[in-house]
């Protein structure tokens, strides 16, 4: 069956209900209702098998058939999505180029609504109704994993998918619910689950297909045997096989090796060509300190070793970080655990366990990759990101970061189900800006005053955090942004770096060369709005930019009418023997899936890196639903 646009307007946070007679035989979990039809206005907010008397409903009202195209916002692109097994050639209009040649992988949604059934009993006599359960975020969606396998040298594209967590979708149809047995398995979603199911399900190891990895994808993993893995928040590492995209194995970092214990992990951990290090942390919450254990695993060394532990951090929710070839960099934001940490370690979703704190600072902590201990940390004012460009050494030896940065944690909440399914009530899209921070001398004044004064930070459930905490309140300053760079309070002996809007426009999901990691570099990719859509409520990005650092301008951007991109990958044009490593900075081509809402498909987008013109568009002649996370490629090794 062809895939098809969930249509059905249960949508709550958590799960929503409505009833159909049923009284032989459940429908199928996934059962999606053709695009053309949405539900009479009658049962839109039905949250109950009662009808208005209170009695059991257990009827349907009649579909109302409206016009597809007739709706072109982006909001087609948050509803299910049925794979296949079968491999797909698809037709390439235009020209791929013929260095390109190898595979190209991306992870996102797929699974949004679970439809499953309760039995109640009517005259003495069971009947079925039938509800919802519905994913409450973005991030939180069952995952749907592409393969495209790329020919430039004959222009060909073939394309398989699969939905990567299938016994996780019948488990929620037969519990009616989703409470992960671990943290960070949520980001947003009301798990319509009761403790005692979280009791149950603790400490047992889940199958390959049970956890949902759906943030990022890629090929390999010095060290550990596979050819393809997917990461998500929590502490996983899902290994699928690399043809059908089945998943074969599930592992933890500490089942890698017991010293890289901890809570959570960071699904953007960090890949350095140079010495071949794969590089992560994990996150250990303890009763009175919060400690992030980052450690590398080798070809060479595939249990890995720890590389420093920052011991006495404030318990914050990270979703990347940067290294260039001396340092690793860890950014804190001030969304930090609520309830002493309590609600995380207990798997309530993301959202439910950090609160954002506009007069608490944003932290910078430098580790030294050569002396793998904690060096340096400085502050900046409070604010948000959830991807970082690149970071990179200048010529006075200071660290130079490039980030996607919000001015708050406003776009978590604008990026749940409900607000991408009803624009209306999301307001404006908080606009993310690309800063640069500077970082001077790590090694000389800044780690002197690090090493005499590193003690005095306080962790999250610290006497000194709340005393600074109630001195604020009383004194009526407690929400106000300048005591994160202020003079008084815990962090006042750290270094205070200032942040350099680079560019005047909104650019999410960054990228840049992969050639240029840990490098100056001059161009940074992403997604946009165009001049019109920046302005108006209820728009997410519609446009892929071009950003050059050096003028501080757009240097070129694709718009398509009624169109989105998801993550617009940079593939650079490989280095041929004898050339240097460093070539044209933008020689290479972006790939992204875009949905087309005015014909209710999508399509594969390939672009031109230097110009961002059109080289190829590839129909896939079916609807593939907006992704927000990250993909990745392999191109073969003898082109």
Same mark, same amino acid.
């Given at each position: 069956m062809d895939s098809t646009i969930q249509q059905e307007q249960h949508l709550e946070a958590s799960s929503s209900t409505s009833t159909t007679s049923s009284s032989n035989g459940e429908e199928h979990p996934l059962q999606t209702t053709p695009s053309i039809l949405v539900e009479d206005e009658s049962i839109t907010d039905d949250r109950t098998l009662l009808d208005d008397q209170g009695r059991p409903n257990i009827s349907r009202a009649p579909s109302v058939v409206i016009e597809t195209d007739s709706d072109t916002s982006h909001t087609k692109g948050f509803y299910?999505?049925?794979?296949?097994?079968?491999?797909?050639?698809?037709?390439? $209009?235009?020209?791929?180029?013929?260095?390109?040649?190898? $595979?190209?992988? %991306?992870?996102? @949604?797929?699974?949004?609504?679970?439809?499953?059934?309760?039995?109640?009993?009517?005259?003495?006599?069971?009947?079925?109704? %039938?509800?919802?359960?519905?994913?409450?975020?973005?991030?939180?969606? *069952?995952? *749907?994993?592409?393969?495209?396998?790329?020919?430039?040298?004959?222009?060909?594209?073939?394309?398989?998918?699969?939905?990567?967590?299938?016994?996780?979708?019948?488990?929620?149809?037969?519990?009616?619910?989703?409470?992960?047995?671990?943290?960070?398995?949520?980001?947003? %979603?009301?798990?319509?689950?009761?403790?005692?199911?979280?009791?149950?399900?603790?400490?047992k190891k889940p199958k390959p297909d049970r956890v949902p990895c759906g943030q990022r994808i890629t090929a390999s993993l010095p060290g550990i045997d596979g050819r393809l893995f997917c990461q998500g928040f929590a502490n996983h590492v899902q290994e699928l096989d690399p043809f059908d995209l089945t998943p074969s194995r599930i592992q933890t970092w500490d089942e890698i090796n017991p010293e890289f214990q901890g809570y959570s992990s960071c699904p953007n951990g960090q890949y350095d060509a140079e010495s071949g290090e794969y590089i992560n942390f994990t996150m250990e919450i303890g009763y009175k300190s919060t400690r992030y254990h980052f450690f590398a695993i080798?070809?060479?060394? @595939?249990?890995?070793?720890?590389?420093?532990?920052?011991?006495?951090? @404030?318990?914050?929710?990270?979703?990347?970080?940067?290294?260039?070839?001396?340092?690793?960099?860890?950014?804190?934001? @001030?969304?930090?655990?609520?309830?002493?940490?309590?609600?995380?370690?207990?798997? $309530?979703?993301?959202?439910?366990?950090?609160?954002?704190?506009?007069?608490?600072?944003?932290?910078?902590?430098?580790?030294?990759?050569?002396?793998?201990?904690?060096?340096?940390?400085?502050?900046?004012?409070?604010?948000?990101?959830?991807?970082?460009?690149?970071?990179?050494?200048?010529?006075?030896?200071?660290?130079?970061?490039?980030?996607?940065?919000?001015?708050?944690?406003?776009?978590?909440?604008?990026?749940?189900?409900?607000? *991408?399914?009803?624009? $209306?009530?999301?307001?404006?899209?908080?606009?993310?800006?690309?800063?640069?921070?500077?970082?001077?001398?790590? #090694?000389?004044?800044?780690? #002197?005053?690090?090493?005499?004064?590193?003690?005095?930070?306080?962790?999250?459930?610290s006497v000194t955090s709340r005393i600074g905490s109630v001195w604020n309140y009383l004194a009526g300053t407690s929400n106000q942004p300048q005591n994160a760079t202020g003079w008084s309070g815990w962090h006042a002996w750290m270094p205070v770096v200032e942040s350099e809007?680079?560019?005047?426009? %909104?650019?999410?999901?960054?990228?840049?060369?992969?050639?240029?990691?840990? #490098?100056?570099?001059?161009?940074?990719?992403? *997604?946009?709005?165009?001049?019109?859509?920046?302005?108006?409520?209820?728009?997410?990005?519609?446009?892929?930019?071009?950003?050059?650092l050096n003028t501080k301008t757009v240097m070129a951007s694709w718009h398509e009418e009624n169109c989105y991109p998801s993550e617009a990958q940079f593939v650079p044009k490989p280095i041929k023997a004898g050339e240097d490593k460093i070539t044209e900075e933008d020689a290479g081509v972006l790939i992204s899936i875009v949905l087309d809402s005015a014909r209710s498909t999508s399509f594969v987008l390939v672009l031109n890196a230097q110009n961002l013109e059109v080289l190829a568009r590839v129909e896939l002649n079916k609807l593939i639903p907006l992704s927000f996370a990250h993909g990745t490629y392999r191109l073969r090794a003898d082109n």
């Open positions: 299910n999505v049925l794979d296949s097994k079968d491999v797909v050639d698809l037709v390439v $209009e235009g020209q791929l180029p013929e260095w390109l040649v190898g $595979e190209h992988y %991306t992870v996102g @949604p797929g699974i949004y609504d679970i439809r499953y059934s309760r039995k109640i009993e009517i005259d003495n006599v069971l009947q079925s109704a %039938t509800a919802t359960f519905t994913l409450g975020h973005w991030f939180d969606a *069952l995952p *749907l994993v592409n393969r495209f396998d790329i020919n430039g040298e004959r222009n060909t594209i073939t394309y398989r998918h699969h939905l990567t967590t299938r016994r996780l979708i019948e488990k929620i149809r037969d519990h009616h619910g989703y409470a992960p047995s671990f943290p960070a398995g949520l980001f947003k %979603t009301n798990p319509n689950q009761t403790m005692l199911i979280k009791f149950l399900n603790n400490g080798t070809k060479e060394e @595939p249990k890995g070793y720890k590389i420093a532990t920052i011991w006495n951090a @404030p318990t914050g929710w990270v979703n990347n970080f940067a290294i260039t070839s001396n340092y690793i960099i860890m950014v804190i934001h @001030p969304m930090l655990a609520n309830s002493a940490a309590v609600k995380f370690a207990w798997s $309530e979703s993301i959202l439910d366990s950090f609160d954002f704190y506009p007069s608490e600072p944003t932290l910078f902590y430098v580790i030294s990759r050569k002396d793998k201990d904690v060096i340096a940390c400085y502050r900046s004012n409070a604010s948000f990101s959830l991807n970082h460009v690149n970071a990179f050494e200048d010529v006075h030896g200071s660290i130079v970061l490039d980030m996607a940065c919000y001015d708050d944690d406003t776009i978590t909440q604008q990026l749940s189900t409900e607000n *991408l399914r009803h624009p $209306e009530s999301m307001g404006k899209l908080a606009f993310a800006e690309v800063r640069r921070y500077v970082l001077s001398n790590p #090694q000389h004044e800044a780690h #002197q005053i690090y090493v005499a004064n590193n003690s005095f930070i306080p962790s999250a459930v809007k680079l560019v005047d426009v %909104t650019l999410e999901l960054p990228q840049i060369n992969p050639n240029y990691k840990m #490098q100056k570099h001059s161009f940074v990719y992403g *997604l946009g709005f165009t001049p019109e859509s920046s302005i108006q409520e209820g728009k997410i990005w519609d446009s892929i930019i071009k950003i050059d």
